[in-house]
């Protein structure tokens, strides 16, 4: 059963090292199954891993202005390829 203070022990873990892995949380806390650490971390937190990092899968929408912001830059930057001028 995941309970709020296995939810706040699993955050705490999360924010300390962002970059600790399903079978690391288990060695933290092995009186708790990896499937059921995976659950809490994925569904009940909404946590995903990006480029080995846990982040929230939630988007602000200023994220996304500034992504798209980005995007359009980038487009508008001419491309310079090995070999040409």
């Known amino acids: 059963m995941i309970t709020d203070e296995f939810l706040q022990e699993i955050e705490g873990e999360i924010r300390a ?5 399903i079978r690391e ?5 092995p009186e708790v199954s ?3 650490i ?5 569904e009940k937190l909404g946590h995903g891993k990006l480029c080995a990092r846990w982040v929230p899968k939630i988007l602000t929408d200023d994220h ?3 992504c798209s912001f ?8 001419p491309r310079r390829f090995h070999g040409t001028t």
């Open 17 to 21: 090292n962002r970059h600790v892995t």
């Open 25 to 29: 949380l288990y060695q933290i806390i």
């Open 34 to 36: 990896k499937t059921t």
């Open 38 to 42: 995976h659950e809490a971390v994925t």
């Open 64 to 66: 996304k202005r500034k």
């Open 70 to 77: 980005v995007f359009r830059e980038h487009q508008s930057i």
